[in-house]
């Protein structure tokens, strides 16, 4: 197929995507037809009111409608949400298909509003103004029966508008950007795939960076094949010569594709290339995301940032360490909280980031009143001190004079005495409750000025704080932390006069070298070296550092700026989140970069990449995949026919497209596992690394059973069963509760203190009976047993993996069990064991490479038929 424009290309993808939207709502339908789902839920639409004409455009100003209304905060309606509403309630039939009547009304809405707090709860809908569906609507006290399918309109939306640009800004983005190269106007394919980026012309700058740049992949230990990918993005980004273009990297499984994003984010951000780095879904992101934080992570073995590479190893200056400012981690809180609290992730997590900035700098809360709270105590303590004790004085005292005037005119010199003895040890205990006020308070103060100092010198965006305020600042809490170590924790006598509100004068400090001993911990040597660093303290804290930032004549409080979370993404270099996190507010639709990176491409439909193909001031695209694996999830079997389910991975791949790359060492399985994927998916082109052909790889489980490290089960006597649209095979659910029960064994017997099991069903109803059956089994503690589908192990590895097929039949359907990328994907997702359970006649019957795998493990001795 050609385009002749840019517009005409993106046109494409309309239909199908309005198709899918369809299909997704029929099937969220399909399943909410019971419970509180079903309609059963009901509510009166309070008012209808126009929204803002501001926030509409032009051609939905006399359609959009506003609904207000209360639904219970269990149902957990969300922002795009889709709801129905109904005059009546629905009913289904036995195919769970709503019986339509002519008299009932059917509203579908959009949520854009839902209190957290409360029951309200608003929605848009589409009526034009004489429709007489709005005077339905417009019925006082009219019950309506809701259905909140749970169908949310977001990603739709994002990708409806990013191929929607405006006519002229599309023929704009159409001659300057990536979508030429896709276009393959004007493209020199290179049949074999090679790339002369490497060769592009370098200044003198560009070609030193270049080197280091090798050096660099040498010392992370990247391979050829990843170090060619290093060398070709940074020479094309640091080439003049360079036009905008698209960048294939195919990671098949195990190949250290996440290794090498790493480093090449590390590189990116250390030469202040701003990128974009994303993927499909949260947990890719994540992933990435980890992997660059270790070089932030001091509880590891620190990694080394590019950035201190190049300047220790080639005393290179054109190169930065990467800060924590520069780098933002986008998406919602509600999803990403597992994730980000506790971690690491956290500190570049955006939402976090905002609030802990928000305190940091607040002029109540933050450093600005740490810093007066911190000088106000070093100065008046004792002072300080007396206020908070005065009341319970003033009690003691009360009590104490009553029985004082009894005693008046009895008091003999032996109890006087014994008054003054009294005296003495209540000065003491004076000394000893001040002192443990002093520590406190200190402790809790270089707490919290250590605390805001490291937010705002690490977090606060680089352009409002220079360096000599953040050195100062750093300094000042440093100095505090010093000056609370010099504190003796036994109370010293006059302790009081440690915080003397005079400065040290040359007679003070006579008085105390007079009495000094030889010794450095004597009381008048300590109260010496605190006084000191008490005076150095104040003089630094004189200074204000850090106090003046945002203090302007409109601000001279200096306020938190409203704007700082937009002050936070528009100076970050390396901005990670989803695809359609890209899109997710109006200054990341319009935010520039100069790169771009999307992980897990192959599992992305053509029409969403379009999200980062339209990218202001984009020079490379870097689609990072796999398309051997799984692909983009797409409901609507029509828009999957008419090719919507394709992602711009597989194209450019099918197109023999110019620039690109294959990882060819993977470092995961052993040989005799990753044998059968890499003949039958990747032509033998990926060889096994050092490390697992090494002997002592998974020697722990050598001949942990009799079938080895790889190999086909023959469940012959197993039979499918049919339940809810899905389908399991009890006889499999038993063979593998008896393998991961052996292995349990194993570990007790050869001390394994933890194996990671992951156990892989295409079904979901086969994923239910596995979690149901080892449930009920003791495992060993040293298991780490997990059960998913075959989609949620992509991108994972586990020790042992044990693969159930399921179908058995004597029809010789498998259904998409033959679906050759889910095949790949769960076969490839073990380290040192994969074991296949499934029925040998029936999956040979039912797909060629079924065939293929079975005769495979029957010629390595790898086949064993299962008895009843």
């Not at 393959?184 to 070609?207: C, F, K, M, R, Y």
């Not at 100069?594 to 192959?602: G, K, L, P, Y």
């Not at 399985?669 to 990753?674: A, D, G, L, R, Y």
Request: charged share 25%; glycine share 6%.
């Amino acid at each position: 197929m050609e385009f002749s424009s840019a517009q005409e290309y993106l046109q494409v993808f309309h239909v199908p995507l309005l198709e899918e939207v369809r299909a997704q709502l029929h099937q969220a339908l399909e399943k909410s037809i019971s419970g509180q789902a079903a309609g059963h839920i009901t509510t009166v639409i309070r008012k209808i009111v126009k929204p803002n004409p501001k926030k509409v455009r032009d051609e939905d100003k006399s359609s959009k409608k506003i609904l207000e209304f209360n639904l219970p905060p269990k149902l957990g309606a969300k922002y795009s949400d889709l709801i129905l509403f109904c005059s009546k309630k629905p009913r289904w039939n036995s195919k769970r298909e709503c019986l339509v009547k002519s008299d009932v009304v059917f509203v579908l809405g959009s949520v854009v509003y839902a209190s957290k707090t409360t029951s309200k709860v608003c929605a848009a809908i589409y009526v034009e103004d004489g429709d007489p569906l709005l005077t339905e609507l417009k019925v006082r006290w009219r019950v309506w029966h809701v259905v909140l399918p749970g169908v949310g309109l977001t990603p739709a939306r994002r990708i409806w508008e990013a191929i929607n640009m405006p006519f002229g800004f599309m023929e704009v983005l159409f001659r300057r950007s990536v979508i030429h190269t896709i276009l393959q106007i004007d493209q020199q394919i290179s049949p074999n795939g090679t790339d002369h980026s490497v060769v592009l012309p370098q200044t003198e700058e560009g070609a030193k960076t270049l080197r280091c740049v090798e050096d660099y992949s040498n010392y992370r230990g990247l391979n050829e094949s990843q170090r060619d990918v290093l060398k070709s993005v940074l020479a094309a980004l640091l080439s003049e010569d360079a036009r905008p273009h698209v960048r294939l990297v195919q990671g098949p499984p195990g190949t250290g594709k996440t290794s090498m994003l790493a480093s090449l984010i590390s590189v990116l951000g250390c030469l202040r290339i701003r990128t974009l780095i994303s993927a499909p879904t949260n947990a890719a992101v994540v992933e990435v995301s980890k992997r660059v934080m270790r070089f932030f992570d001091v509880s590891l073995h620190k990694e080394m940032s590019f950035g201190e590479y190049s300047r220790i190893q080639a005393g290179s200056n054109g190169c930065f360490s990467i800060s924590l400012s520069s780098i933002v981690l986008l998406g919602s809180k509600e999803r990403l909280k597992a994730e980000v609290d506790g971690s690491m992730l956290g500190k570049i997590f955006l939402h976090d980031r905002v609030d802990r900035l928000v305190y940091a700098l607040s002029p109540r809360t933050g450093w600005k009143a740490t810093v007066k709270s911190v000088m106000r105590f070093l100065t008046e303590a004792p002072e300080l001190y007396e206020a908070q004790d005065a009341d319970a004085q003033d009690s003691d005292e009360g009590q104490s004079k009553s029985s004082a005037k009894g005693r008046k005119n009895r008091t003999s010199k032996k109890e006087k005495e014994k008054e003054k003895e009294k005296e003495k040890e209540k000065l003491v205990i004076r000394y000893d409750s001040f002192w443990s006020f002093a520590r406190e308070s200190m402790i809790e103060l270089q707490a919290q000025l250590q605390k805001t100092s490291t937010v705002i010198t690490s977090e606060l965006p680089s352009c409002h704080i220079d360096t000599m305020t953040s050195n100062a600042m750093i300094n000042a809490s440093n100095l505090m932390a010093n000056l609370v170590n010099r504190m003796p924790v036994k109370a010293p006598l006059e302790a009081t006069t440690w915080f003397s509100t005079s400065t040290t004068t040359e007679e003070t400090l006579h008085e105390m070298f007079s009495s000094l001993s030889l010794s450095n911990k004597s009381p008048a040597n300590a109260k010496m070296k605190f006084v000191q660093a008490r005076e150095a303290l104040l003089e630094a804290l004189k200074l204000g550092p850090g106090c003046s930032l945002f203090v302007t004549n409109k601000n001279p409080e200096g306020r938190v700026p409203s704007d700082l979370r937009a002050m936070c993404l528009e100076n970050a270099i390396l901005v990670f989140c989803t695809v359609s996190g890209a899109a997710g507010s109006p200054q990341m639709v319009e935010s520039a970069f100069e790169c771009a990176i999307i992980d897990e491409a192959s599992q992305l439909v053509e029409a969403e990449t379009a999200i980062v193909m339209r990218k202001k001031g984009l020079k490379q695209l870097i689609l990072v995949g796999d398309h051997k694996q799984l692909p983009a999830t797409v409901i609507s079997k029509v828009a999957e026919q008419c090719g919507y389910r394709r992602s711009l991975f597989d194209r450019l791949q099918m197109l023999q497209h110019g620039c690109r790359h294959m990882l060819n060492t993977q470092y995961r399985m052993k040989p005799t596992i990753s044998h059968f994927p890499n003949s039958q998916f990747y032509e033998g082109k990926v060889k096994d690394g050092p490390n697992v052909m090494s002997p002592t790889y998974g020697h722990s489980l050598h001949d942990a059973a009799a079938f080895g490290a790889y190999a086909f089960l023959d469940c012959r006597h197993g039979a499918e069963v049919l339940q809810q649209k899905s389908w399991k095979n009890p006889k499999e659910v038993e063979v593998v509760t008896t393998l991961i029960t052996a292995l349990g064994k194993v570990c007790a017997a050869r001390n394994i203190e933890n194996l990671s099991v992951g156990v892989i069903s295409p079904y979901l109803m086969q994923v239910e009976a596995l979690k149901q059956s080892l449930s009920r089994q003791v495992m060993h503690q040293a298991l780490q047993v997990e059960v998913k589908s075959v989609d949620g192990f992509q991108g994972n590895e586990r020790d042992v993996i044990i693969f159930s097929a399921v179908r058995a039949n004597q029809s010789k359907n498998i259904g998409f069990v033959d679906d050759c990328r889910r095949l790949n994907v769960a076969i490839t997702r073990g380290r040192y064991c994969v074991w296949i359970v499934g029925n040998a006649a029936t999956l040979s019957g039912g797909g060629k490479t079924w065939k293929k795998l079975v005769a495979d493990a029957k010629a390595r001795n790898c086949y064993h038929a299962l008895q009843a």
